[in-house]
């Protein structure tokens, strides 16, 4: 008889089993919810993280990378969120506010002034009363790091938009993390959004300074017939956090979600996206712009679905890597049978800043229909020395020249979302990491 062979724990999944044994009694939720979070946590306990032969996880190995989980937050600190709160990148922009303080929705935080037809419910409230609303468009079980967040998932926002609204303002859902030392932090949002209704969301992530806090995040987003969503993400973590995300979202027939993400934080970043064109004539676009230096690792994932006829999509990931950091990208597009007369364009272009900088680019395309436009690149390259020549022929110091060659080529990524002001906002962000990068920060 030959004994099956035993799988060893590291510290990280040891740390993440006694954070789950510890937490179970307390986490939000009945007995239906409990159940879940178990199943959800046998993923877990059969696979444990994700490692290099995982393919998805192939430049993202968490068991190698992830050395250990700090303990489950608690209420956050009123000084500690405070100092968080005022780094706030989008300070000028005209939004209203739903704040997530440690995984937990705080109303007296929000501001929730002109957003008509907009409701906001905290997620452990909707997991007491009617907790088939969360987790609906996925399986607790496809992914280990989805499953954590079914099993720790703390609080967060349920937000609903009411069919044919159109609110004037943005919507932010602002996630603090806060503590006298490192925390774990595991958050879901859910969002509905109603058939022919147009909005607006800022999704924005930042902790303290030197701390290395945990953050699993998981956004779920549903787009009815004939909405429209732009979705601008802004992840400026602290450069010792590690910050796991996983967006899913499923879109009606002739509905249509822009998506923008912009990256200038954490020393382990993975941010992976699951979206299906569930109705005809549905339209998304992706762009993202992400700054890496250091010895920071970023991956960013998209698996996104053509499930019915007609759709289209659009697709722009550029990467500015610096120090001996390392980036990675990794994106599939798969056009189902039915989905004849798709459109779809995939990018992928990394800047490499320095000779110890690495980007890994993965672009697939499965394709089961014979009646479709369908493509993918991928580029990778230093500063060009003809444009930098050329700048500084006209008298702009080095230096100078090579912050508007990398301005230039991550403001392209930023200028998609069509949204002036928050752009505005966003490209600061974008100088400041160039004026971090110049002082050697």
Request: hydrophobic fraction near 45%.
């Amino acid at each position: 008889m030959t004994a099956e062979p035993r799988t060893l724990r590291t510290k990280a999944e040891e740390s993440i089993a006694a954070l789950y044994a510890g937490n179970r009694a307390s986490l939000p939720g009945g007995d239906a919810v409990r159940a879940r979070r178990n199943a959800a946590f046998s993923l877990f306990e059969r696979f444990g993280l994700p490692h290099r032969r995982v393919e998805a996880w192939k430049y993202t190995d968490l068991r190698t990378l992830m050395r250990t989980v700090p303990p489950l937050a608690g209420v956050a600190p009123a000084e500690r969120l405070a100092a968080v709160a005022e780094a706030d990148a989008l300070g000028a922009c005209d939004r209203a506010q739903i704040v997530i303080a440690n995984g937990v929705f705080e109303p007296s935080l929000s501001d929730l002034s002109g957003v008509d037809g907009v409701s906001v419910e905290s997620l452990a409230h909707v997991l007491a009363t009617s907790a088939e609303r969360v987790g609906r468009l996925f399986d607790d079980g496809d992914d280990t790091v989805m499953a954590l967040n079914t099993a720790l998932m703390q609080g967060g926002a349920v937000v609903t938009v009411a069919a044919g609204a159109r609110p004037a303002r943005a919507i932010e859902i602002v996630h603090l993390t806060a503590g006298d030392g490192p925390v774990s932090v595991f958050t879901r949002d859910v969002v509905e959004v109603g058939e022919g209704a147009t909005v607006r969301f800022l999704e924005s992530h930042r902790g303290p300074a030197g701390v290395a806090y945990h953050v699993n995040a998981l956004t779920e987003l549903r787009v009815g017939d004939g909405a429209a969503v732009k979705w601008i993400r802004l992840q400026t973590e602290s450069e010792a956090a590690q910050h796991l995300a996983s967006f899913v979202t499923r879109l009606g027939e002739r509905a249509t979600l822009d998506h923008l993400a912009v990256n200038s934080g954490a020393a382990l970043a993975r941010w992976q996206a699951f979206a299906t064109l569930a109705g005809e004539r549905g339209r998304v676009a992706f762009s993202a712009a992400t700054m890496l230096s250091g010895a920071e690792h970023s991956d960013s994932t998209l698996v996104l679905n053509h499930a019915e006829p007609h759709g289209s999509s659009r697709e722009l990931f550029k990467s500015a890597i610096d120090g001996r950091a390392t980036g990675a990208f990794q994106g599939k597009i798969v056009v189902a049978p039915v989905a004849q007369k798709t459109d779809a364009r995939m990018m992928a272009k990394a800047l490499l800043l320095s000779d110890a900088a690495e980007f890994a680019s993965k672009p697939e395309l499965e394709i089961f229909a014979d009646d479709v436009q369908c493509g993918h690149g991928a580029t990778a390259g230093q500063l060009d020395d003809a444009q930098l020549f050329y700048l500084m022929s006209r008298g702009i110091p080095r230096a100078e020249a090579e912050r508007l060659l990398i301005e230039a080529f991550l403001d392209e990524a930023v200028d998609a979302i069509d949204e002036d002001a928050i752009a505005g906002a966003l490209k600061g962000v974008v100088s400041a990491w160039l004026a971090r990068r110049g002082t050697g920060a």
